[in-house]
């Protein structure tokens, strides 16, 4: 993602004229909001992987071999 720098360090610069408290809820917010946009990502991924799975583009495996698989 490019940073547009004058933008953002504006926008850096408008937040460090908040006081301290206000900047803690704008730290928090961000925060949650970047956890939610995480778990949405990871709800996309499993369901796109339980379709493939019911088409069948997928095998079930144990734990040890898809551990085996993700350390190789």
Request: charged share 35%.
């Amino acid at each position: 993602m490019e940073v547009k720098m004058p933008n953002f360090e504006r926008t850096l610069e408008d937040i460090m004229s908040f006081d301290f408290s206000t900047r803690e809820t704008i730290l928090e917010i961000v925060q949650k909001r970047q956890i939610e946009e995480r778990r949405n990502e990871i709800a996309k991924h499993i369901k796109s992987g339980l379709k493939e799975y019911a088409k069948g583009d997928l095998k079930s495996m144990s734990a040890k071999e898809a551990l085996s698989i993700l350390n190789s």
